[in-house]
Structure formats: structure tokens, C-alpha cells
């Protein structure tokens, strides 16, 4: 691996001046001669009737260029799963959450759109409210949508091996519970749209998203316009996590208000809004019965869940799926039986967030794990160790995982953590307020399908040489979201073409570039980074084609290496090509004369011989998983795992939890960034930090949320974050480019169970619902004492 | 009724007309152009929108234009020289302490006021200084360590 010359280094990202002087662009930092401004009027109530929508006063208001509502947009349904459309444009019959579109507004200034919707007059008949998930789907329970029968959005019932032949086979069996809230994903940039149409009919949208294609699609769609004249351009995108991965309706209002007015438009959330269009983290309600063996290897799982997923589907048939198909690993387990259902209710609708579906189900399984080590008196890292997969094997719902660094993970983080001197080994707790804590998990490596059924490929990279020579520039429609893709793919292009990173240019985020299905699943790595490397190699193969055929040697003696062309067989005299070069380049300065031939020579003949360059990679993963229904969710070319080992203090007296640190190991296959890597770990420890000890959406009864603001709606800031130790396993994937696979997950999965067995550690109290405040933690340690008092 | 205010921001004077609600964020984005300052949620939670004003650390968010009537303002576009990151930066570069980068602005300007007040802070000290401004990517690990390689870099 050390033959590298950029991959696996800790390369500065490629855009990271840009950031830190200011001048990266944002899609809030872009302007448009003669731009409106937009503004939307959402709905006050949770669930009601519209009778009626007078715009005419806002109509009337001087600055006003357009009024919108369903009347304009028309009622075309979309969503993220095809057979579960359920949204439209802005709300016609009903509204079913605090928050829900009704109208928007362009007007010359942003305090004229905002005081245009004021005046907008909506008639409600008020309709009674469903908060509770769990209850959701009782009889009698008022409906959301005709379409969701009971509430229901989807449901999943699978059993995958014998369940009762392993509860026969069970030492022990234990059941326990685990619910958590709703979350934000809090990204700092709000969401950002700005929409603009050409005389042609052709309609460009700047947006703060994460998947240009698939908002490419839900815009053709959704307003009727072809494909081919919709532009989705991304941006700089300040952070998504999931939420910004689904087309929006203030994205949809904008370009309809766009075409309306023939102006470009923009429109900002505010940060209420992003919180009541949430889209991020649905709420869980897991029972998990599990049985092991007197040996401690695992005999059974069956796992109950309820996901309360607000108003409308959103991602929500694949988040209820991946709660259950994640459980599959990283442990080996036969007999595996899952119901999940995800229920529709009267709050903003939950979507993907990152570790997407599996975070809760994996804290409820592994704290499960931690307990039924308890009772064996064995160690909980023992534990696991007895039960890990190695590579090559296969899960009882069929995923294979080729490449598997759990043991090497697992084993690095209890050994750097020096887990044998804090852990007693007889399996008992510390107790007296310090604690410490171990878990896994593991996470796909890019979905194995795209979301509409398709073959398409999921992506494909187009990379141009500079006719002049020299340069090359990477094109991609993938999105950067900040998780740092562009520096992977720019990395890989100079790595192949012997190239500078200074010398590689990467255009992305843009549907005009090339077909990508964005940044969701941690797939661009691994899916992008194949079409980049073999878009690469064919940029290469045509120049050293091009070259060789002028000197009449074959082609496969030259390499491009460190700016050069080398010859295998022995030097070659280049002059003949180079006097070409520099009759082209009089007046020029620095012009080559060493006896290598540079790249940009090299290039520069190349165009001459052939006309410009181009080179081209695909990637569309094979035909994976099982037969049975929903096999397609959890499907991926490759797995990651990660362990981690939480150190934590408890005041007894007050409940406070202070993390004192975290150690992290994960398996990402190969490291193409060292720091981008260790960058993930951290950001994905402090997210799921943030989501065991303090994030949650409060709603009051009448479905507000009462917290729609990041003072109250808490998120780890620097003096929450302990020191965190990020160690990177490297197990080679067969099936990613240079064997890497996805970082950007896999990581937040151990988290929460991490803290959670920690806390116990510490404690000696074990609490079922999250996240754990000091409150939560002192009632459980009240209760604990006045049982035994 | 707009006022004429004086300002400067970056070592460049500016007379501007200002609504006497106009907020300081929203001269220093839409008036000047300066968008390297950001707005992540308007109402003083985040810390995105952070400035030197006078040299003080100051949400530019829940500052009005007119209370920086007579003011020296420094934003993140004044921190390169000639073109060159200035130590901090560059650390923030070569350590990985930016991601996504929306926080990097305001990150790095409660710095430099911390690294002016305080050329050698403590880990704990850093860690206080920047606990107003939010990073959702980096988990302030790599934050922490630029911040410390840019002090330990002014000892040579
Ligand atoms: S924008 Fe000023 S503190 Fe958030
Ligand atoms: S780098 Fe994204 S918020 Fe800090």
C-alpha cells in the first residue's frame, strides 16, 4: 500500500482554503440580477381541513410578483419511495403538521414576501391529532392519508432462519426495551434554494442538497417539465446527514415560483424551519428478545419496533427496513425474526439521517449484549468476540460481507483503551459513579439499489484533459456535502494520472455533469471513486496511446509518473515531440527541457494527435441480496464495522454525565484520506454523543415543537466532546477501489450503546428511553435505590 | 428611516445607509458582499456569524448595524495576507479542522481573538473560548488541534 505516492496520506481537502478565507460560495451566498425573494406560509395546525385559501390581499400587497398555492402547483404526488407518493406540492385538502406548505410568495424583498404571507387567509376545520407512534395504528385512531390504511406506511415481517428452534437451543433469553425521540440533524447551514428559468424553458435550481439527480427527477416530475431542460446545481452544502438527500417542497415551490414570474428566486430557511421540515431522525420503539448458548454464542433474535415517522413517508419504507436488515451483522446469528412498522402522525416527517434506520436497534442489541454477558459473568468484549463474523461469511438475510475488520477493530479499541485495568473481569460493575463501556456495529457500504427501479448505473465520471495541456478536470455529478468527496476523487485522479493534486480539478454537484446518485448510504467512496479511477485509467490509456504511437513504441512501456512520462524499456528520446511543444509555447517561460517528457507535453500532443481527450468510468453495483420481499434495503457491495470504547463520570448526586473519552477503531477498507477518515469517526462519536445524552424534539399536545432553535434543542458543543481517539482498520475490500469502503456511517453506529453500557458501568442503572438526561438518569438511580431501601 | 453610519471593515472605510433595524450580519453579507461570514440561525445560538468588532468577538447576528456606528470590524476575508493564510488558517488547512466549513468563519475569528487576548491557552481554555460556536462535522477534535499547532507553531 506504501507505493501510493497521494492515496493514503493526510492530503489537505480541496477545498479547505477556499473555506477558511471566505470564499467557498454557499447557495445562500449566491445573488441573481433581478432575484426575488420567497417566503412560505406553513401550516399552523396539525391536522386540519383547508376550506378555503384567499391570496388576493397578499396578491395586492405592492412588491408582490407571484402568489402560489396547489391552484398553481396542481396536485402531481411525490415523495421518495414511488409506491408511497404521498406528498404534493403544497398541501390541497388537508394539512397534517405544524409546518406543512399551504403557500408561498415571491416579492421583491424578503420583508414584503413575509408580510404577503401574512396576509394569506386559510379557512381550517380542525381535525383531531395523532402524536403517539404507538398508538398510531389503534382502531379508531384518526387518518392521516386515505393511502397509509391505519397509519401504516409500510411494514416488515421477516424470519430468516428458525427462531424457535433457537429459543430451544437458549441458556438464557432475555427481553428488553429501548425507545428514543425524534432528532434534528442540525447541520449549520439551513437549507437553500435559489431557481432560475431561461427563455428556452429551461430551469436551473442552486440548492443545498445532497442528491442533485434524484431532486433533478422529483422537479421534472413534479412541475412537468423534461428531464433533460432540469439543472440541479449543488453548491458548497454546510453539512446534510441525511435530511437534505429528498427533494422539498420549498425546493419544488421556488422553481414553480421561478417560472411563474420568469425571475430568479431565492429563498432561505430560517433555523425553525429546519426543524419543522425536519426529514431527519424518526422516533424508535424497539422490544428485542435475545438468546444465547452457555457459551455465549447467539442463538436467536427477535426484534419488535415501531418507528413513528411524523406526517408523510419520506424515506421511511427504507428506514423501517434497515432497522431490521442491520441486525444481521456484524455477529454471526442464525435465527433472526423482525416486524417493523412505520407509522404515520401528526409532526414533521423523519427521513434518513445518518446510520439511517439502525442506530436505536443497534443500542438496544448491543446494550442487550452487555447484559447477557452480566449475567453470564463474562466479559462483554469477550462476548463479542465469540460471536463476530470474519470476512467471507454471509448474515442470516443474506448479505455477504467480503472484507470484515470487527475482530481487528474490536480487539484495537479494548487494547488502546487498556479495557482490561478499568473493567473488572468477573463481568461486575465498577459502580461508584465512573464507568466504561464497549459496542459495535457495522453499517452498508453504499445502497446496492438505486431508490426508483432501475438499472441505471448509480454513477459515472467524465474526466477531460485541458486541451492546452497539463491539467485535468474531474467531472461528477456527486455531492460534497462536506464529508470531503471531492478531495477522494481528486485524490484518485492524480494518483492514476501522476499527477500533483494542484493539477486536478474537480467540477461536481451538478446534474449537467454526469449521472450520480449523491451523497446518501455512504456510497460515493466506493461507487464514485470506481467510475473516477476508471475514467482516470482511460484518460491514460489514450494519452500514453497517443504518445506511443508517435514514438513507435507500445504502449504499455510508458507510465505517467510524478508529472513524467517513463518509459519501462529503457530511456527514449523525446526531443523530436518536445521541439513540436516549444515552437507552440514561444515568449512562454519555464519551459521543460529535462530529459523526461512532462505531462504537459504529453497531454498537449495527445490533443493534437487525437482531439480532446475524455475520459470515461461507470459504476452500478451486481445483483445483490436475497429473493424474499424487501431483500433489496441493507444491500451493498461492502460492509463496514466499527468498535468503540466509551469512558464516562456520573455525579450520583445530581445525574450529570460528563464523557471523559472515546476510542473509536473502524474498518474502512483502505484509508484514500487519513485525516478525512479519522474526520468522520469524530463527527459520527460526536453525533451519536449528542443523540444519547441530550438531542430531542419536544412537541406540546397540540404538535409544536417547543424547542425549534439550537439553544433548546441542545447539540455537543467543544465542552462536551471529550478527547476522541480515532484508530483506522484497513481489511482490504475486494470490492472497493483500492480496497476502500464507506467511513461516514458505520462509525455512529456504536456510539449510544457505547455510552449507554458506560453509564451502566458507572451506575449500576440501565434506562430504556432516550436520550439519558441528568433527569432520566437520577429518577432510574432514585428508583433503583428505592427498591433495594 | 435609514441613517448614515461609518464604519470599517477590513481596513476599508464605508458610509452606508442603514435601516436602524438592519443587523450587522446582514451589512456585512448583503451590503458589502462579505458572505464569508455566515448565517446558521440568526438569533445568537450558533456562533456562524461571528466578527470582531472593536477587536471584541461579537455575533454579528444579534448586533445591529447602527450599534457598529464608529467601529473597527474584522470578518474572515481579512485574515490572509497578500494572499497567504495567516498561521491559523493554515493550520485549520493542514489538520483536517475543516469539513463542511460553514463554522470555519466564525470558528476562526473567536480565535484569533483568543490567540490575541491569550497566545498560549490551555486545551480547556480553547475548548471554553469556542464552546459558542457549533460545529456539527468535526467533533472540535481536529478544531482543537489546529488551534494548538497554530500556537505551538508561534513559539519558533
Ligand atoms: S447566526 Fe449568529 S449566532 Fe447563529
Ligand atoms: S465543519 Fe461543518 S459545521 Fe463545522
Known sequence: ??????????????????????????????????????????????????????????????GVKAVVTYREAGTTPYGVSPARY??????????????????????????????????????????????????????????????????????????????EKGRKESHIIRTDHLSSKMQDAAFMEPQSILAETESNGNLTMWSSTQ???????????????????????????GGGFGPKASCSSAELAVCLLAMKTGQPVKLTFDREQVFLHSRARHQFFHTMTTGVKKDGSLSFLEHKCILDGGAYASFGIATVYYSGSLLGGPYRLKNMKYDGYRVVTNKPACGAQRGHGAVIARALFEVQLDRIAEELGMDPIELRLKNVMEAGETTCNELYVSSFGMREALEAVRDSAAWKNKRS????????????????????????????RSRTYHCTVVTKVDEVGGGVTVNSGSADIGQGSDTVLAMITAEELGLSLDDVQVASGDSKLSVDLGAYSSRTTLM????????????????????????????????????????????IDFSELRKEYLQEHKGFVDLPDGPQLTFAEASRVAFLELGTIVGTGKYRPPPLGGSFKGAAVGTSPAFGCSAQVAEVSVDLETGEITMDKITGAHDCGFAINVTQVEGQMHGSIMMGMGEALMEEIIYD???RIVNANLAEYKIPTALDVPPLDAIIVESNEPHGPYGAKEVGEGAIMPVIPTILNAIYDA??????????????????????????? | MKKIISLTVNGVSHEVAVEPRRTLLELIREDLGLTGTKKGCGIGDCGTCTVLLD????????????????????????????????????????????????????????????????????????????????????????????IQTATEDSDE
Not at chain 2, 498560549?120 to 489546529?146: D, F, M, W
Open chain 1, 1 to 62: 500500500m506504501s507505493d501510493y505516492r497521494i492515496l493514503n496520506t493526510r492530503a489537505p481537502r480541496v477545498d479547505a482554503v477556499d473555506k477558511a478565507t471566505g470564499k467557498a460560495i454557499y447557495t445562500d451566498d449566491l445573488r441573481r440580477p433581478g432575484m426575488l425573494y420567497a417566503a412560505i406560509l406553513h401550516s399552523p395546525l396539525a391536522h386540519a381541513r383547508i376550506l378555503n385559501i384567499d391570496t388576493s390581499r397578499a396578491e395586492q400587497l405592492p
Open chain 2, 55 to 146: 477587536g471584541v468577538a461579537t455575533f454579528s447576528c444579534l448586533t445591529l448595524a447602527i450599534q457598529a456606528d464608529g467601529c473597527t470590524v474584522e470578518t474572515v476575508e481579512s485574515l490572509a495576507e497578500n494572499g497567504q493564510l495567516n498561521r491559523l488558517q493554515q493550520a485549520f488547512v493542514d489538520q483536517g479542522a475543516i469539513q463542511c466549513g460553514y463554522c470555519t468563519p466564525g470558528m476562526l475569528m473567536t480565535t484569533t481573538e483568543l490567540l490575541r487576548r491569550n497566545p498560549h491557552p490551555e486545551e480547556s481554555e480553547i475548548r471554553r473560548a469556542i464552546s459558542g460556536n457549533l460545529c456539527r462535522c468535526t467533533g472540535y477534535q481536529k478544531i482543537v488541534e489546529a
Open chain 1, 425 to 452: 473481569s468477573s463481568g461486575k460493575i465498577r459502580g461508584g459513579g465512573k464507568g466504561i463501556g464497549a459496542a459495535c456495529g457495522f453499517f452498508v457500504s453504499g445502497a446496492g439499489y438505486s431508490i426508483y
Open chain 1, 528 to 571: 464514485t471513486g470506481h467510475a473516477c479511477r476508471e475514467a482516470a485509467q482511460d484518460a491514460k490509456r489514450q494519452i500514453l496511446e497517443a504518445i506511443a504511437g508517435k514514438m513507435s513504441v507500445a504502449p504499455e512501456t510508458l507510465d505517467l509518473k510524478d508529472g513524467f512520462v517513463v518509459s519501462l524499456a529503457g530511456e
Open chain 1, 701 to 703: 399536545k397540540k404538535g
Open chain 1, 763 to 789: 451506575t449500576g442503572v440501565r434506562i430504556d428511553e432516550l436520550p439519558v438526561t441528568p433527569e432520566r438518569l437520577m429518577a432510574a438511580m432514585k428508583a433503583k435505590k428505592d427498591k433495594k431501601g
Open chain 1, 211 to 237: 442528491a442533485p439527480h434524484y431532486v433533478q427527477r422529483t422537479l421534472a416530475m413534479a412541475l412537468n417539465i423534461p428531464l433533460h431542460k432540469v439543472r440541479v446545481i449543488k453548491p458548497a452544502v
Open chain 1, 86 to 163: 404521498d406528498e404534493t406540492i403544497f398541501c390541497h385538502d388537508k394539512v397534517r403538521y405544524v409546518g406543512d406548505e399551504i403557500a408561498a410568495v415571491a416579492a421583491v424583498d424578503q420583508d414584503t414576501a413575509l408580510e404577503a404571507v401574512r396576509l394569506i387567509k386559510v379557512d381550517f376545520e380542525e381535525l383531531p391529532i395523532v402524536l403517539d407512534g404507538r398508538t398510531a395504528m389503534d382502531e379508531g385512531q384518526p387518518l392521516l392519508h386515505e393511502m397509509h390504511k391505519n397509519n401504516m406506511c409500510a411494514k416488515v415481517n421477516w424470519h430468516f432462519g428458525d427462531i
